[in-house]
């Protein structure tokens, strides 16, 4: 069983079906209902769902080859940030918080702690 094949066809297959979702909701009269609409709207309400995507994000990048003594002093700075932002986002102290703060904190972070590993990334 081919699995690598089986996992582009099914990348390809959901991507096409979300697309294809995608202009048929814009056409339809319902306001509001686009994919991009419905998450943005859940990720004012919910910046994890944003900082997770970040994470995975960050994991697609290129691979990891960022050996410095002082990653996990950024690591641990990331963390730090990410989460006193997302709790005083979660609190209600902060106004709405745009949903690119967290995404943009995760981003590094996938990218630290769940790395492509070089002879798999191909």
């Known amino acids: 069983m081919n699995t690598k094949l089986i996992t582009a066809i099914i990348v ?7 697309i294809g979702w995608d202009i048929w909701v814009v056409v339809e ?3 509001g209902d686009t994919i991009s ?10 910046p994890f769902v944003a900082f997770a995507l970040g994470v995975l994000c960050g994991h697609l990048t ?17 963390i730090i940030t990410s989460v006193a932002t997302l709790v005083l986002d979660l609190s209600g102290i902060l106004p709405r918080m745009l949903p690119i ?18 002879s798999r990334a191909t």
Not at 37 to 46: A, D, I, K, S
Request: glycine letters at 8%; charged letters at 10%.
């Open 12 to 18: 390809i297959a959901a991507t096409l079906g979300l």
């Open 101 to 118: 703060i967290p995404l943009a904190v995760g981003i590094p972070i996938g990218h630290l702690l769940w790395p492509q590993p070089k």
């Open 37 to 46: 609409e419905v998450f943005l709207g859940f990720t004012y309400r919910h």
């Open 29 to 31: 009269p319902t306001p």
């Open 62 to 78: 290129w691979p990891r080859t960022f050996n410095s003594d002082h990653k996990w002093t950024i690591l641990i700075a990331l």
